[in-house]
């Protein structure tokens, strides 16, 4: 089994470094990246861009005062993004942006060059379902799952910066408002919600309008690549990819062989030949297809586009003259536009960002671009009241939240218990124990009489594992049974902590917390406990 990139680079494993560096950690390393990032200006229509679409934010002078520094030579950002998911998607789409701006303000001292932070509204990208709903914790049972109700939204092609909310989320803020009404600080936050998430907004726009007001103190710059004012700046970057397709995918196969060689997995599988840029032929808000070399030479298939269509390179590019909004990047040439248009001294991204980064070195090499510095994001817990008391009453701490339910529960029932009960790790261990030893002397009484033998010594202690492992999961589950109210705390427990076995912050929404602790007092708990260039798991307690 291939191994997690990210989780081997955040530990510092060799075989990670090889393909991305951890300059991050080297405070040399990171002057070095500011004094490299801040030898390319912001061009002058890229920063009338980012002014005309900030402008539409709510007001914010710190945001105003970070414009004004990305008009002066030698300013440089620190850039984070996320896919615009519905209420702020998860929870980690905060704790981005909070990290881009504590690694700006520690870049800026670090130096004296100012340093402003950036968010990338990643609205180039068509997955609907990834985005259309946001899940909020309850007391009991699991999440609740607040959506949009779009009839296509599993066939959608359409980037996401063309797709309005349309009626139903209408219904979706009606649910968040049943749901978490009766919290302290829900008026302000849902007021805030429903004044962005209208029928007519855009999904990036609803979006960008709450995480702007959410950090307007810190000043978080806002980009979004569909605007129309910034397509001719990247179209550059899509006539690269189209004319170097073959060279730039064989490059980064090379890369991928070379990751799955050392143990892991490659991120972003590379077709060869494909450019790394999709394609609209039926206008700037119609479907996106992926582009693929057909028999002909010069020529590429639009993949999903009814009755096989091709298109050819000069076609393209005659449409990337005149239309060039018609062109969206793939995961791994959007990195490339951003480190052309900005002065990146740092990205500060989550797990996948950075294993797509590990094989982006070869492009960037090819395009003439130095690697920013790559940061983890912080990661957090949220220890609130409610599962304080929790885990006060099961005598838990977080982290044993993360064992697995039924071991979780048998701990707590056999401690309980006392000797009433042994644990079923001990009594597993102690029958697996007793029964290998004994296996073990008949093996090595039968190795001359039958040699092959061992082969049904095999087979059978694979067998007897299983039924002993089968026999100590019900023993647990028996237990566990006894004690009705520790089950329901667990699950409410493990409900908060890890849903459906997965890190509290990849599940859960923003609505809850900010409803029960406020938005702004959130954000600023998420900043106070955020240190720069540490991507460990800490724990926030309101």
Same mark, same amino acid.
């Given at each position: 089994?291939?191994?997690?990139?990210?989780?081997?680079?955040?530990?510092?494993?060799?075989?990670?470094?090889?393909?991305?560096?951890?300059?991050?950690?080297?405070?040399?390393?990171?002057?070095?990246?500011?004094?490299?990032?801040?030898?390319?200006?912001?061009?002058?229509?890229?920063?009338?861009?980012?002014?005309?679409?900030?402008?539409?934010?709510?007001?914010?002078?710190?945001?105003?005062?970070?414009?004004?520094?990305?008009?002066?030579?030698?300013?440089?950002?620190?850039?984070?993004?996320?896919?615009?998911?519905?209420?702020?998607?998860?929870?980690?789409?905060?704790?981005?942006?909070?990290?881009?701006?504590?690694?700006?303000?520690?870049?800026?001292?670090?130096?004296?060059? #100012?340093?402003?932070?950036?968010?990338?509204?990643?609205?180039?990208?068509?997955?609907?379902?990834?985005?259309?709903?946001?899940?909020?914790?309850?007391?009991?049972?699991?999440?609740?799952?607040?959506?949009?109700?779009?009839?296509?939204?599993?066939?959608?092609?359409?980037?996401?910066?063309?797709?309005?909310?349309?009626?139903?989320?209408?219904?979706?803020?009606?649910?968040?408002?049943?749901?978490?009404?009766?919290?302290?600080?829900?008026?302000?936050?849902?007021?805030?919600?429903?004044?962005?998430?209208?029928?007519?907004?855009?999904?990036?726009?609803?979006?960008?309008?709450?995480?702007?007001?959410?950090?307007?103190?810190?000043?978080?710059?806002?980009?979004?690549?569909?605007?129309?004012?910034?397509?001719?700046?990247?179209?550059?970057?899509?006539?690269?990819?189209?004319?170097?397709?073959?060279?730039?995918?064989?490059?980064?196969?090379?890369?991928?062989?070379?990751?799955?060689?050392?143990?892991?997995?490659?991120?972003?599988?590379?077709?060869?030949?494909? #450019?790394?840029?999709?394609?609209? #032929?039926?206008?700037?808000?119609?479907?996106?297809?992926?582009?693929?070399?057909?028999?002909?030479?010069?020529?590429?298939?639009?993949?999903?586009?009814?009755?096989?269509?091709?298109?050819?390179?000069?076609?393209?590019?005659?449409?990337?003259?005149?239309?060039?909004?018609?062109?969206?990047?793939?995961?791994?040439?959007?990195?490339?536009?951003?480190?052309?248009?900005?002065?990146?001294?740092?990205?500060?991204?989550?797990?996948?960002?950075?294993?797509?980064?590990?094989?982006?070195?070869?492009?960037?090499?090819?395009?003439?671009?130095?690697?920013?510095?790559?940061?983890?994001?912080?990661?957090?817990?949220?220890?609130?009241?409610?599962?304080?008391?929790?885990?006060?009453?099961?005598?838990?701490?977080?982290?044993?939240?993360?064992?697995?339910?039924?071991?979780?529960?048998?701990?707590?029932?056999?401690?309980?218990?006392?000797?009433?009960?042994?644990?079923?790790?001990?009594?597993?261990?102690?029958?697996?124990?007793?029964?290998?030893?004994?296996?073990?002397?008949?093996?090595?009484?039968?190795?001359?009489?039958? #040699?092959?033998?061992?082969?049904?010594?095999?087979?059978?202690?694979?067998?007897?594992?299983?039924?002993?492992?089968?026999?100590?999961?019900?023993?647990?589950?028996?237990?566990?049974?006894?004690?009705?109210?520790?089950?329901?705390?667990?699950?409410?427990?493990?409900?908060?902590?890890?849903?459906?076995?997965?890190?509290?912050?990849?599940?859960?929404?923003?609505?809850?917390?900010?409803?029960?602790?406020?938005?702004?007092?959130?954000?600023?708990?998420?900043?106070?406990?955020?240190?720069?260039?540490?991507?460990?798991?800490?724990?926030?307690?309101?």
């Amino acid at each position: 089994m291939a191994s997690s990139f990210s989780a081997s680079w955040v530990r510092g494993d060799p075989r990670a470094l090889e393909f991305l560096s951890d300059r991050y950690r080297h405070r040399t390393a990171r002057a070095e990246a500011v004094a490299a990032a801040a030898a390319r200006p912001v061009a002058p229509a890229l920063h009338a861009a980012l002014v005309a679409r900030n402008a539409r934010l709510a007001p914010s002078p710190a945001r105003e005062r970070n414009l004004e520094l990305l008009a002066r030579p030698g300013t440089t950002v620190v850039v984070t993004g996320q896919q615009v998911g519905l209420f702020l998607g998860p929870l980690f789409t905060v704790y981005k942006a909070a990290s881009a701006i504590v690694a700006a303000r520690a870049l800026t001292e670090e130096t004296g060059r #100012p340093c402003v932070p950036v968010f990338w509204l990643q609205t180039e990208d068509h997955d609907l379902p990834e985005i259309d709903h946001c899940l909020v914790p309850r007391s009991a049972g699991e999440p609740l799952r607040v959506a949009l109700a779009l009839a296509d939204a599993a066939t959608s092609r359409v980037p996401v910066a063309h797709r309005h909310l349309g009626p139903s989320v209408t219904g979706a803020l009606a649910a968040l408002r049943a749901e978490l009404g009766t919290n302290p600080h829900a008026d302000d936050f849902l007021e805030r919600l429903e004044l962005a998430y209208r029928p007519e907004a855009t999904l990036a726009d609803a979006f960008a309008d709450v995480l702007s007001a959410l950090f307007a103190d810190e000043g978080l710059v806002f980009l979004d690549p569909r605007d129309p004012r910034l397509a001719p700046l990247a179209a550059p970057i899509h006539r690269r990819a189209l004319e170097e397709a073959s060279a730039i995918a064989g490059k980064l196969s090379e890369r991928g062989h070379a990751l799955t060689e050392a143990g892991f997995s490659e991120q972003v599988h590379i077709r060869p030949g494909s #450019p790394l840029s999709f394609f609209s #032929p039926d206008g700037i808000e119609g479907p996106r297809y992926r582009l693929d070399p057909a028999e002909r030479p010069g020529t590429w298939s639009l993949v999903g586009y009814p009755e096989g269509a091709t298109v050819t390179t000069a076609e393209l590019l005659g449409w990337l003259d005149r239309e060039p909004l018609r062109f969206t990047t793939s995961a791994l040439l959007r990195p490339i536009l951003q480190d052309s248009w900005l002065p990146t001294a740092a990205y500060v991204g989550g797990p996948g960002e950075i294993a797509y980064f590990a094989q982006l070195s070869p492009l960037h090499a090819h395009v003439g671009l130095a690697m920013p510095l790559i940061v983890p994001r912080a990661r957090f817990r949220v220890i609130d009241d409610r599962v304080r008391r929790l885990l006060e009453r099961l005598g838990l701490s977080a982290d044993d939240v993360n064992a697995p339910r039924d071991e979780l529960l048998a701990r707590l029932t056999a401690r309980e218990a006392g000797d009433a009960f042994e644990s079923p790790e001990a009594i597993e261990a102690r029958l697996v124990s007793a029964f290998a030893a004994e296996l073990a002397r008949l093996g090595e009484r039968m190795a001359t009489v039958d #040699p092959r033998f061992a082969r049904a010594i095999t087979r059978t202690d694979k067998t007897v594992r299983g039924g002993v492992s089968r026999l100590v999961a019900r023993y647990g589950r028996a237990i566990t049974q006894r004690d009705q109210v520790t089950l329901e705390r667990v699950e409410r427990l493990r409900s908060y902590l890890v849903p459906g076995g997965a890190p509290q912050e990849r599940i859960h929404g923003l609505p809850y917390y900010a409803s029960r602790l406020g938005g702004r007092a959130f954000t600023r708990l998420v900043l106070e406990a955020c240190e720069p260039f540490s991507g460990s798991l800490k724990d926030l307690t309101p």
